[in-house]
Structures are given as C-alpha cells and as structure tokens.
C-alpha cells in the first residue's frame, strides 16, 4: 500500500512518523497533509536504510542534490564522495542523473549508501540502452522504470506533459528546449510523428508505481532556460498538462509533485509559484533554482538561490541545488559543497519568513553567541562548521583566537560588539 493510500484510510505508517518526527511535526498533521496531496514522503518498499522525510507547504523547505556520472567525466567513486557530502551537510535528498558508465551499477551503490531519498530520470537510462532517441521504444521505457523502481528507487523525474501539440509553441525561443529529458521526448516524437509515449502508457507508470510506492516528480520538459524564454506559452502549456496529471496520479494513489522553471526574472518568481500551485491543486512543487538573471556563469549556486529563496517564501516545497559550476561542466566535491549551502541557505531563509514554527531558533542561538564571542558555538550552528572554523582561524592564532573577544574582521579596537558591551558600564578613571 502507497503512503498516499494509506494516510488516505488514516493509517499512520512508520515512515510518515519517521519524517514527522524529524522536523518535530505532528504526524497527524502529515498523515493530513499526504492524504489531501499536499505533502509527499518519497519511500520506496525496497528502499532499505531510508531515513524519509516530509516535502509540502507545511514543513520546512527541502532541498536536494543532483549528483551522477556523464559520459565525459567523473565515476562511481567520485559519485560516492558526492553522496556522502550531501549526507553530511544535511541535505534532504539525492538524484542520481548519470549518463556514463555502468548505470544499474551505478544506482544499486548509491541506494546501497543513501540514507536520503533518491530520484532518478529514467529517459537518460532509456536514451543509453536504446542508442538515442530513436531507439526508444513504449516497451523500453516501461521496463526503465520497472527496474528502478525495483531497485529502491524513492522518485522519479517523468516528462509526461510535454505533448506533441507543445512543440511548436517552443520554435520560437531563444534557448528551445533545454530540459535533457524534454529534449529528447521532443524528438522521439517528431522521429516518430507519435504522442508522448510517457504520457500514453500514464496508467501504466502509475501500476508500476503504486505496486513500490515510488512517487512521480513529473517533469517540466519545457522549463525556461532563459529569462526571455521565461513564462511563455510552451512553459503554461506544459504546466496545465501536469495538473491533469497529478490529478491522474492522485486517482491511482500515488504520490506526485511538480517540477518547475527554470530561468525566471525575479518579479515574475512568486506569479510562477502561485499559478503552479492552482493548477496542480497543492501538490508539492520542486524547483530547479529558478535563476534570477543568465549571467552568472560560474556563481550559478548564487542566481539559484536568490531565486530559491522567493519561490520557497512563495510556495516552492523543494529546491534543487544548483553548484557554480551550472552551464559549464560537471562539478567537483567543492563545487558539490557550495551548491549545498546555497541551497540550505535559501531553504532556511524562506522558513523564517513563512514564520514556521522553531524556524528561528538557531538564528538566535547563532546572534547570542556571537554576542558572547562563543566561538565553538558559533561554528556548530553554522551551515558549513568546517568552513566557518577555517576562516576564523585564518589571520587568529588557532587556539588563542577562540578567546579573544574580536576577530581579524575589525580588530580589538574597532570590535563593535566589543565596545557595545561596554556601554553603560562605569569605565574606572
Ligand atoms: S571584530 Fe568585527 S566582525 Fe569580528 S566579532 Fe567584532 S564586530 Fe564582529
């Protein structure tokens, strides 16, 4: 039985108490939210060692984190070490969105590993073991998906709402289609002159997933990936077509969220969350950024999380990190790790302003020990300890530097916090 189905008859599963738990939420709250569709707790039956976790508007933000291997670059190693920062900066979940190598292999390590949620986007595997697009075939996809979600796999990204009849809305864009999964459905269905196979065999995706209860991530094939591009007719097109599916996908009792744009100005962020919402009727939305500006090659983790930010104070569940090495290559562990603090960053950020509950609290106990010059303190509350220990050290003897009460920043006679504390006291003549 689904979680979706089971939260529907009021039965609490462990996993559901498990992510309640976690984030110190009722699970009764939870089991309601799951059952109206607002919330999602991706756990595959087969997933063994799943710690799971609760994505919906009423809890917190989370965030996850694209990792895998592609034909030019990188391996399972290399991969690994990427999952095992990501379980150590607190991230939420993992996609694994290799295309070189070994790709069950690949997968069956990382599940194997991962204590998070993991998602995959079956088309790449498809593409590989059909040689392209052209080789892809209705009876291909459906035995892709089957074995993922045989392996454990907690979500899978389907582009089901990219329709033959979206296609030429795209022509005129300044980026086309920059979705590598929208991509190639594109051409299967120009090579073909058929419908999108996803969106044919819909029903039959959905036995496959409610027999392992793998939840649907569906697709935004046509995302934006320009600002110019931003909000046109192929993008809301798209997106009406997915509410149509989450409405097919709650039918069948699986779960389902949404995923969303893209390249997207920084006025039009909260419209694109507030009409994502309505038409998919709450289901959770999962966001790719949005980039707020297309120029920031190399700071990318930065344009996506000020766009992140918004669309999580404005009704994005989930946020895919992005790392600055965004439109220029694959990236290495440091580029890993700074897309993760980025992205916890504008998750966090977006917490405090919806006003949850206890969002604030470690913001506080950071102010108060800085006030303090607690500087231990101060590095465990922070995001990245290592990096926040690192830098203080930095121009302060290691050791000695804890007990001052200044920093390098602006030194002993210009600390404000220093000569703030004075203030009021009685200085002896
Ligand atoms: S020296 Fe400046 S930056 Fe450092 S603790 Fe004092 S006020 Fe803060």
Same mark, same amino acid.
Request: aromatic share 6%; proline share 4%.
């Given at each position: 039985m ?16 498990k ?5 110190g ?7 309601k ?12 039956m ?9 994505i919906?508007?009423a ?17 399972l190693?290399?991969? $690994?070490?990427?999952?095992? %920062? +990501? ?9 694994? #969105?290799? /295309?070189? *190598?070994? =790709? ?12 998070l ?54 022509k005129?864009?300044?980026t ?8 190639a ?32 991530s569906?697709?935004?094939? $046509?995302?934006?990936?320009? %600002? +110019? ?9 798209? #997106?009406? /077509?997915? *509410?149509? =599916? ?28 507030t ?37 999580a ?28 603090i ?21 913001? $506080? ?14 590095f465990? #509350? ?7 220990r690192?830098?203080h ?18 030194g ?18």
């Open positions: 689904t979680q979706l189905v089971s939260a529907r008859k009021g039965s609490l599963t462990p996993e559901i108490v992510a309640a738990a976690r984030e939420a009722q699970s009764g709250l939870l089991l939210e799951v059952a109206a569709g607002r919330a999602v707790v991706p756990a595959n087969n997933h063994k060692g799943l710690v799971p976790c609760a919906g508007r809890f917190t933000c989370k965030m996850n984190v694209n990792l895998g291997t592609s034909g030019l670059g990188s391996g190693k290399k991969e $690994l070490k990427k999952l095992e %920062l +990501a379980m150590q900066l607190g991230a939420d979940a993992v996609m694994d #969105l290799s /295309t070189g *190598g070994d =790709l069950p292999k690949i997968r069956k390590e990382i599940i194997k590993r991962s204590t949620p993991l998602g995959t986007v079956p088309i790449y595997e498809a593409i590989k073991r059909g040689g392209g697009a052209k080789g892809i075939s209705r009876q291909l996809l459906l035995e892709v998906i089957e074995e993922q979600a045989e392996a454990g796999v907690d979500f899978m990204t389907i582009h089901a709402g990219l329709l033959r009849r979206h296609l030429p809305l795209a005129g864009r300044v086309g289609i920059v979705s590598r999964g929208g991509a459905m594109a051409k299967w269905m120009e090579l073909n002159n058929a419908e999108n196979p996803f969106y044919e065999e819909f029903d039959r995706i959905c036995a496959i997933f409610r027999k392992h209860d793998v939840t649907f569906l697709g935004d094939g $046509l995302r934006p990936g320009s %600002l +110019a591009d931003a909000c046109d007719t192929a993008q809301f097109a798209e #997106l009406d /077509t997915l *509410g149509e =599916l989450v409405k097919r996908s709650r039918a069948a009792g699986v779960q389902v969220m949404v995923e969303g744009p893209g390249h997207v100005p920084l006025d039009k962020v909260q419209m694109n969350m009409r994502a919402a309505k038409v998919c009727r709450g289901a959770p939305f999962y966001v790719l950024g949005p980039l707020v500006t297309d120029i920031g090659a190399g700071y990318d983790h930065i344009t996506a999380a000020i766009g992140g930010a918004l669309a104070w404005h009704g994005a569940a989930f946020l895919c990190y992005l790392t600055p090495k965004e439109h220029l290559g694959l990236p290495e562990l440091e580029d890993v790790r700074q897309g993760i980025a992205s916890k960053i504008a998750a966090h950020a977006a917490d405090i302003a919806r006003g949850l509950p206890g969002a604030a609290e470690r913001d $506080l106990a950071m102010s108060k020990a800085r006030y303090a010059f607690n500087w231990e303190r101060q465990e #509350l922070s995001l990245d300890p290592a990096r926040a690192c830098m050290h930095e121009g302060m003897a290691k050791n000695a530097g804890l007990k001052k009460k200044f920093c390098t920043m602006c002993p006679d210009f600390c404000s916090m220093r000569v703030s504390r004075t203030l009021g006291r009685r200085v002896a003549a």
